[in-house]
């Protein structure tokens, strides 16, 4: 069965600062990988999707991820944080039916000014 | 731009009311979807619709029941709320790519 585990529920970072937020996955065959932030009170939006070809992915607000098949790995990052950028952020693989995606548990972002 | 929207933002209810939560995608999308999402949990599939008047059951459908009567949108049930349902649902929408879209969610309180 697919999962998605994220090891770090909460990380706090200085603005500015580097981020990396790590999420590994179990799944058989190449699954469709994707990063959702979530703010405060809002529903999800989507930042960046693996579906295949080059593995370092870039998505919005200046966020990139990279798949490592090896290592069942599919972790997000930014060089340099900004205060906005505090929020949930949830990593998801797409399963094998009808378009259902599994999320991780979340990892919480609070960034110091 | 797709555009889910949730029919309430914040929402309070008596133990044993019935509950209705609409969702609405303005995308044409054949497949949509129910989560609650509680602290420590992440995001629980409820129910999810791949056509009208089709169902199918998620990860935790006990409790709920959905309707699906036009393809836009996609109504989730509680027949006879209870505190244990208090949480947050997000509605959300797709077509055959994996990438769901979602709504603002409804915070729902079950006193």
């Known amino acids: 069965a697919q999962s998605v585990t994220q090891p770090d529920i909460h990380i706090t970072v200085s603005e500015g600062a580097s981020l990396e937020l790590r999420c590994n996955y179990s799944y058989g065959a190449t699954p469709y990988l994707f990063w959702y932030v979530q703010s405060p009170g809002q529903g999800l939006q989507l930042l960046l999707k693996y579906f295949s070809g080059d593995t370092l992915v870039q998505g919005i607000k200046g966020f990139e991820a990279e798949f490592k098949r090896s290592q069942s790995s599919f972790n997000l990052r930014k060089p340099s944080v900004h205060w906005s950028d505090a929020a949930e952020y949830f990593c998801?693989?797409?399963?094998?039916?009808?378009?259902?995606?599994?999320f991780g548990p979340g990892t919480s972002l609070s960034v110091i000014p | 731009d797709v555009k889910v929207t949730q029919s309430s933002r914040y929402l309070v209810k008596r133990t044993g009311e019935k509950v209705f939560l609409e969702c609405v995608q303005d995308?044409?999308?054949?497949?949509m979807f129910w989560y609650r999402q509680d602290p420590g949990l992440g995001l629980r599939l409820i129910y999810f619709?791949?056509?009208?008047?089709?169902?199918e059951k998620g990860d935790i459908p006990e409790g709920y029941s959905v309707s699906r009567e036009k393809k836009e949108r996609f109504s989730l049930i509680l027949e006879s709320a209870s505190t244990n349902q208090t949480s947050m649902y997000l509605c959300a929408s797709s077509s055959d790519t994996y990438e769901q879209y979602f709504g603002p969610g409804t915070r729902l309180t079950v006193t």
């Open positions: 998801a693989v797409g399963a094998t039916s009808y378009d259902k995606v599994i």
């Open positions: 995308m044409d999308h054949e497949n």
């Open positions: 619709s791949y056509d009208v008047k089709m169902k």
